[in-house]
Protein backbone atom coordinates (compact mmCIF):
# COMPACT_ATOMS: atom_id res chain seq x y z
CA UNK A 1 0.00 0.00 0.00
CA UNK A 2 1.11 3.68 -0.91
CA UNK A 3 -0.40 6.09 1.42
CA UNK A 4 0.82 9.65 2.15
CA UNK A 5 0.59 10.47 5.53
CA UNK A 6 0.48 13.87 5.68
CA UNK A 7 -1.90 15.96 3.82
CA UNK A 8 -4.36 19.21 5.10
CA UNK A 9 -7.51 19.65 3.94
CA UNK A 10 -9.49 23.25 3.54
CA UNK A 11 -10.45 22.88 7.18
CA UNK A 12 -6.65 23.59 8.61
CA UNK A 13 -7.87 27.06 7.11
CA UNK A 14 -4.84 27.22 5.21
CA UNK A 15 -5.59 24.74 2.96
CA UNK A 16 -7.21 24.84 -0.43
CA UNK A 17 -8.35 21.18 -0.83
CA UNK A 18 -12.05 20.53 -0.40
CA UNK A 19 -12.31 17.60 2.05
CA UNK A 20 -14.57 15.63 0.22
CA UNK A 21 -12.57 15.67 -3.33
CA UNK A 22 -9.31 14.50 -1.55
CA UNK A 23 -10.12 10.81 -1.98
CA UNK A 24 -10.54 11.48 -5.82
CA UNK A 25 -7.54 13.37 -6.18
CA UNK A 26 -5.64 10.70 -4.46
CA UNK A 27 -7.00 7.85 -6.47
CA UNK A 28 -5.91 9.99 -9.43
CA UNK A 29 -2.33 9.97 -8.08
CA UNK A 30 -2.31 6.28 -7.55
CA UNK A 31 -2.83 6.23 -3.75
CA UNK A 32 -4.23 3.45 -2.14
CA UNK A 33 -4.77 5.45 1.02
CA UNK A 34 -4.40 8.77 2.48
CA UNK A 35 -4.11 10.69 6.31
CA UNK A 36 -6.18 13.69 6.85
CA UNK A 37 -3.99 15.31 9.23
CA UNK A 38 -5.28 19.06 9.59
CA UNK A 39 -3.87 21.22 12.10
CA UNK A 40 -5.70 21.44 15.47
CA UNK A 41 -8.63 19.84 14.44
CA UNK A 42 -10.84 16.84 13.37
CA UNK A 43 -13.40 18.13 11.67
CA UNK A 44 -12.52 16.93 8.08
CA UNK A 45 -12.70 12.91 8.89
CA UNK A 46 -16.32 12.58 8.39
CA UNK A 47 -17.03 13.81 4.96
CA UNK A 48 -13.21 12.34 3.50
CA UNK A 49 -14.22 9.17 4.90
CA UNK A 50 -17.33 9.00 2.92
CA UNK A 51 -16.40 9.77 -0.25
CA UNK A 52 -13.62 7.46 0.05
CA UNK A 53 -16.19 4.25 0.80
CA UNK A 54 -16.89 5.01 -2.71
CA UNK A 55 -13.67 5.14 -4.25
CA UNK A 56 -11.95 1.81 -2.31
CA UNK A 57 -9.24 4.69 -0.54
CA UNK A 58 -8.05 3.87 2.37
CA UNK A 59 -8.50 6.70 4.95
CA UNK A 60 -5.90 7.29 8.71
CA UNK A 61 -7.62 10.00 11.10
CA UNK A 62 -5.24 12.27 11.98
CA UNK A 63 -3.93 15.70 13.18
CA UNK A 64 -1.31 17.92 13.45
CA UNK A 65 -1.22 19.19 16.81
CA UNK A 66 0.23 22.39 17.45
CA UNK A 67 1.86 22.24 21.10
CA UNK A 68 1.15 25.74 23.18
CA UNK A 69 2.30 25.18 26.37
CA UNK A 70 2.05 28.94 27.01
CA UNK A 71 -0.57 29.83 24.44
CA UNK A 72 2.14 30.02 21.62
CA UNK A 73 2.60 27.28 19.28
CA UNK A 74 6.50 25.59 19.66
CA UNK A 75 6.32 22.66 17.48
CA UNK A 76 4.07 20.18 15.93
CA UNK A 77 3.48 16.66 16.22
CA UNK A 78 1.21 14.27 14.25
CA UNK A 79 -1.07 11.55 15.19
CA UNK A 80 -2.01 8.74 13.30
CA UNK A 81 -4.96 6.48 13.76
CA UNK A 82 -7.00 8.60 16.09
CA UNK A 83 -10.14 8.21 17.55
CA UNK A 84 -11.04 11.93 18.89
CA UNK A 85 -8.53 15.17 18.25
CA UNK A 86 -6.33 16.50 20.44
CA UNK A 87 -6.10 20.50 22.02
CA UNK A 88 -2.32 21.19 22.33
CA UNK A 89 -3.49 24.31 24.18
CA UNK A 90 -1.83 24.17 27.05
CA UNK A 91 0.00 21.04 26.78
CA UNK A 92 3.75 20.02 26.03
CA UNK A 93 5.10 17.92 23.89
CA UNK A 94 4.97 15.35 26.52
CA UNK A 95 1.38 16.02 27.42
CA UNK A 96 0.68 15.62 23.63
CA UNK A 97 2.38 12.43 22.78
CA UNK A 98 0.88 11.12 26.28
CA UNK A 99 -3.01 12.16 24.89
CA UNK A 100 -2.08 10.72 21.52
CA UNK A 101 -0.31 7.07 23.26
CA UNK A 102 -3.81 7.03 25.66
CA UNK A 103 -6.16 6.68 22.70
CA UNK A 104 -4.18 4.29 20.77
CA UNK A 105 -2.61 6.59 18.26
CA UNK A 106 0.81 6.15 16.40
CA UNK A 107 2.80 9.61 16.98
CA UNK A 108 5.11 11.08 14.44
CA UNK A 109 7.48 13.63 14.89
CA UNK A 110 6.97 15.74 11.29
CA UNK A 111 9.65 17.73 9.63
CA UNK A 112 11.59 17.72 12.74
CA UNK A 113 14.49 19.91 11.89
CA UNK A 114 12.69 22.34 9.28
CA UNK A 115 14.12 25.58 10.85
CA UNK A 116 11.62 27.53 9.11
CA UNK A 117 8.93 26.26 10.55
CA UNK A 118 7.98 25.66 14.48
CA UNK A 119 10.11 22.81 15.58
CA UNK A 120 11.18 21.57 19.05
CA UNK A 121 15.03 22.37 20.13
CA UNK A 122 17.25 19.35 19.06
CA UNK A 123 17.95 18.45 22.52
CA UNK A 124 14.11 18.24 23.32
CA UNK A 125 13.89 15.73 19.91
CA UNK A 126 16.12 13.77 21.63
CA UNK A 127 14.22 13.53 24.34
CA UNK A 128 11.33 13.16 22.42
CA UNK A 129 12.49 10.14 20.52
CA UNK A 130 12.03 7.37 23.08
CA UNK A 131 8.61 8.86 23.34
CA UNK A 132 7.28 8.59 19.91
CA UNK A 133 6.82 6.00 17.18
CA UNK A 134 8.10 7.18 14.08
CA UNK A 135 9.78 10.30 12.42
CA UNK A 136 8.72 11.64 8.84
CA UNK A 137 12.06 11.93 6.96
CA UNK A 138 11.03 13.14 3.86
CA UNK A 139 8.71 16.61 3.61
CA UNK A 140 8.60 17.73 0.08
CA UNK A 141 7.59 21.18 1.72
CA UNK A 142 10.99 21.52 3.75
CA UNK A 143 13.19 24.34 2.45
CA UNK A 144 16.60 21.98 2.24
CA UNK A 145 17.04 18.74 1.35
CA UNK A 146 19.57 18.52 3.78
CA UNK A 147 16.94 18.74 6.59
CA UNK A 148 15.19 15.70 5.40
CA UNK A 149 18.39 14.23 5.42
CA UNK A 150 19.06 14.93 9.35
CA UNK A 151 15.65 13.25 9.77
CA UNK A 152 16.29 10.38 8.08
CA UNK A 153 20.00 10.21 10.10
CA UNK A 154 17.61 10.95 13.66
CA UNK A 155 15.05 8.34 12.78
CA UNK A 156 18.49 5.96 12.11
CA UNK A 157 19.80 6.52 15.26
CA UNK A 158 17.02 6.34 17.62
CA UNK A 159 15.98 2.95 15.48
CA UNK A 160 12.49 4.86 14.89
CA UNK A 161 10.29 4.01 11.59
CA UNK A 162 10.42 6.49 9.03
CA UNK A 163 7.20 7.95 7.28
CA UNK A 164 6.65 10.35 4.55
CA UNK A 165 4.03 12.60 3.61
CA UNK A 166 3.32 15.44 1.33
CA UNK A 167 2.50 18.32 3.39
CA UNK A 168 -0.15 19.20 1.13
CA UNK A 169 -1.84 22.40 0.73
CA UNK A 170 -3.09 22.09 -2.46
CA UNK A 171 -4.33 19.80 -4.56
CA UNK A 172 -1.52 18.92 -6.97
CA UNK A 173 0.85 18.18 -4.11
CA UNK A 174 -1.11 15.08 -3.28
CA UNK A 175 1.24 11.87 -3.50
CA UNK A 176 3.92 14.09 -4.27
CA UNK A 177 5.49 11.89 -1.08
CA UNK A 178 4.19 8.88 0.24
CA UNK A 179 5.01 5.77 2.85
CA UNK A 180 4.82 2.54 1.15
CA UNK A 181 4.53 -1.00 2.67
CA UNK A 182 3.26 -4.81 2.66
CA UNK A 183 0.20 -4.10 3.59
CA UNK A 184 -3.40 -5.15 2.30
CA UNK A 185 -5.30 -3.07 4.98
CA UNK A 186 -4.94 0.13 6.92
CA UNK A 187 -4.86 -2.47 10.24
CA UNK A 188 -1.51 -4.37 8.27
CA UNK A 189 -0.37 -1.06 7.17
CA UNK A 190 -0.52 0.38 10.62
CA UNK A 191 1.59 -2.87 12.15
CA UNK A 192 3.83 -2.38 9.49
CA UNK A 193 4.69 0.86 10.24
CA UNK A 194 4.81 0.31 14.17
CA UNK A 195 7.54 -2.73 13.60
CA UNK A 196 9.57 -0.57 10.95
CA UNK A 197 8.60 -2.32 7.69
CA UNK A 198 7.95 1.54 5.67
CA UNK A 199 9.66 2.78 3.06
CA UNK A 200 9.40 6.53 2.19
CA UNK A 201 9.73 8.20 -1.06
CA UNK A 202 9.04 11.24 -2.30
CA UNK A 203 9.98 14.11 -4.75
CA UNK A 204 9.94 18.33 -3.64
CA UNK A 205 7.02 20.62 -4.27
CA UNK A 206 7.95 23.66 -6.54
CA UNK A 207 9.22 26.27 -4.54
CA UNK A 208 6.61 29.00 -5.59
CA UNK A 209 3.65 26.38 -4.27
CA UNK A 210 4.96 27.10 -0.69
CA UNK A 211 3.09 30.68 -1.03
CA UNK A 212 -0.36 28.98 -1.26
CA UNK A 213 -0.69 28.31 2.04
CA UNK A 214 -0.56 31.73 3.35
CA UNK A 215 -2.76 32.81 0.76
CA UNK A 216 -5.01 30.23 2.01
CA UNK A 217 -4.85 31.47 5.59
CA UNK A 218 -4.95 35.20 4.35
CA UNK A 219 -8.30 34.28 2.65
CA UNK A 220 -9.64 32.24 5.67
CA UNK A 221 -9.08 35.32 7.98
CA UNK A 222 -11.10 37.97 5.80
CA UNK A 223 -13.71 35.58 5.40
CA UNK A 224 -13.68 35.23 9.11
CA UNK A 225 -13.45 31.66 9.01
CA UNK A 226 -12.37 29.51 12.24
CA UNK A 227 -12.04 25.75 12.55
CA UNK A 228 -14.77 23.71 12.10
Same mark, same amino acid.
Request: charged letters at 30%; glycine letters at 8%; zero cysteines.
Given at each position: ?6 ? *? ?8 ? &? @???? @? ?14 ? *? ?7 ? &? #? ?21 ? =???? #? ?8 ? &? ?7 ? #? ?13 ? @? ?5 ? =? ?18 ? &? ?6 ? @? ?22 ? *?? +? ?17 ? =????? +? ?8 ? *????? =? ?8 ? +? ?8
Amino acid at each position: MKIDLHI *HTANSLDSWI &V @PDKL @PAIAKRKGLDGIAVTD *HDTASAWPA &V #EKAARKLGIAVIRGEEVGVRPAG =RRVG #EIIGLFMNEP &VDGKGKTSV #EVIDALKAQGAIVVL @PHPFDKY =RKIFPEDELRELAVKVDAVE &VFNPRVAL @PELNRKAKAFAEEFGLPETAGSDA *HV +SWEVGKAYTEANANSPEQF =RKALI +SGKTKAHGTY *HPFFT =RIFPSIAKLK +SKLLGKKHR
